[in-house]
């Protein structure tokens, strides 16, 4: 497999996009990611486009094509992806191959989607899964989770507040996120309970957003980008859907994220800043023990000491992440990428990690039989 | 880039199958694929899932992973993937590219789909296009097409009907396709119009259907599987949009064969078998001028002339193509590709090509300004 960068990026602000359709968003994005990449988009060969809800919100299809002749990109292939939460991320990995793979040389991947319509419903797995018509919908999925860590491992529902106190503090330095204003424990732990112990500020909210990279074979990268980015391991596992299975210790994550340190060649130590799939204050916790930045259990008291903050030895969503910028499903996991390329290239502004050469982007997706459905794991670095 | 063999398939017979689930019918083709390549399910390194409507109609999300695990396939990369009609061809494209690139020694590609439900309501290219908007859904796009062949090639509504015919008579040798009983130009004229000149035998049919195909790397499929079939060429191509178009000429579909051909190192008389997409009669006259079977203009006179048929020149559809078998959008262009297997393994039953030894599957999907927005060819050999 060669080696390939990222060349280019393009991200809206996560939020209200009541003007835009998704078509819009997606193609000013990839404008956007042509433009910094320095390439015309007839160099494009191959194009992804990840999104999980516009079938069943719009009853549309085969975006992608639309999204990509906004920015001149036809007459190649292109290919619709989704994989719940981690459409983005799958997407971006099979951009990675199609490079890789020597099969094309530039790659675009774009992430879109419209969340905030009337009616969007509680997020769930599926209408025909049987957990989701038992009433298992996304929210109690991590309840029982936060239950069960609590009860296995000491965790308090004091170091879950903490994280969405956390994220909500790296938004207010990121002028894209959604919801900006500082928040306290006590509001956390006060607010109205969605599953117990999630409550409203537990869960990351809705929001309309796009984002898109172009990839591109090392070996021409430097003719169009002079700082590109090198994706050092993509990966993506499904879980193991053993049942039973340990509610509070993710497997696809543990398996993923030690492929990827292996293809890298790195470990958790190298990482200088994460951005992971903070849905639900439970599953940063959890995504702290998976990826391999505290030992098992420890996931509460890594909060707790500070570790996963700006200026901490290992700062997680610097961005805001899901929690404070909202979750468009089929954007989130590409925007994730986009901040590492920015983190790598000193360019995110105020919540910058100073001197960052490492960066991992997480996410997960889905459940069955308790387990993850799908996780991705990312490394950049420069 | 790595040659690759597909080492097994299956497929569900295409019509009602109302007691079983879309994850039913992806199961139980997965499993017969990998029955039939010989291989344990933990030797398969990565998936891909095919399916356009289930998001619209049943809500259901990560649908491959689910159809995957009834098979005992878990723990590696599982995609799903939508392209409109073309979504299986497509699945089976990045599955060829993920062993062809060294990636992954053995793929598996599943395609599945459920239209026999209650209010599936107007095929359409998705409710925000303007274009479906206006009222442009998918059965008038095509009477445009008919009608302008006619008036440019002198077309007549006799030889649209003898493609239904055609294929009709080869669906009565099949014992999987939906309608089986023979029909004559008549009854085909003079059924109720759908949208002019198309009747309604000159449209395919909803069903539910499934299929799968097992690809391994050439290196390795003998060791599965004595008369594996090559992949000789896998291509996807989206259209140029370019707008006006020529509704009656298919750019999409002459690049993807002629990129398909140099590929191969064929050329259209090197031909056994072709399955296409058939989705109405003036479609398959138009993938005749489209992949060179005749010239520009001629695909009436051709499918008069008997060369497609049964025992003639160059046989098309003789599994009874979408026109009789129906068209479960996600299994089609995977069912097509199995088709072609069984082709060139002499397997085919009564509707068996004798000495078939080069096989071409092609499908097209969905419209952009007059234009075919998505097609894909691909070639198998033995």
């Not at 497999?1 to 990026?9: A, E, F, K």
């Not at 069955?368 to 670095?381: R, S, Y």
């Amino acid at each position: 497999m060669r080696d390939v960068d990222i060349i280019g990026v393009g991200l809206t602000s996560f939020g209200k996009h009541l003007d835009k359709s998704l078509v819009d968003l997606g193609g000013m994005v990839a404008i956007e990611a042509v433009k910094e990449a320095g390439i015309k988009p007839s160099e494009v060969n191959i194009g992804f486009f990840s999104n999980m809800l516009a079938g069943s919100i719009f009853t549309d299809f085969t975006i992608g094509e639309n999204v990509l002749w906004q920015a001149g990109i036809s007459r190649v292939p292109v290919f619709n992806i989704e994989n719940a939460c981690t459409s983005g991320s799958s997407a971006f990995n099979l951009g990675w191959m199609s490079v890789a793979s020597g099969a094309y040389d530039i790659a675009i991947v774009v992430g879109a989607e419209k969340l905030i319509v009337p009616n969007l419903g509680m997020m769930q797995a599926g209408k025909t899964e049987l957990d989701t018509l038992e009433g298992l919908v996304v929210p109690t999925a991590f309840a029982m989770r936060a239950n069960l860590h609590m009860k296995t491992y000491g965790t308090t529902k004091e170091q879950l507040a903490m994280v969405a106190v956390k994220n909500r503090r790296h938004a207010g330095l990121n002028p894209r996120a959604q919801f900006r204003k500082p928040i306290t424990i006590e509001e956390v732990l006060n607010g109205p309970t969605i599953a117990d112990p999630l409550t409203k500020l537990s869960c990351c909210p809705n929001a309309d957003g796009a984002a898109a990279i172009v990839l591109c074979v090392s070996d021409l990268s430097r003719r169009y980008n002079s700082r590109p980015v090198r994706v050092a391991a993509s990966v993506l596992q499904t879980g193991s859907y053993e049942n039973p299975c340990n509610l509070a210790v993710w497997d696809a994550d543990r398996r993923a994220s030690r492929i990827a340190y292996e293809k890298a060649g790195l470990g958790p130590k190298d990482l200088s800043v994460v951005e992971c799939h903070d849905a639900f204050t439970i599953s940063e916790i959890c995504h702290y023990e998976g990826l391999g930045l505290c030992p098992e259990g420890e996931g509460g008291r890594f909060i707790e000491s500070g570790a996963t903050t700006l200026g901490g030895k290992i700062p997680v969503n610097p961005s805001g992440g899901l929690l404070s910028k909202g979750h468009p499903i089929g954007a989130t996991s590409v925007a994730q990428i986009v901040e590492g390329y920015r983190q790598l290239r000193g360019e995110a502004g105020d919540y910058q990690v100073e001197g960052a050469k490492v960066f991992m982007a997480e996410c997960m997706g889905a459940d069955k039989a308790g387990d993850v459905k799908t996780c991705t794991v990312n490394i950049l670095k420069i």
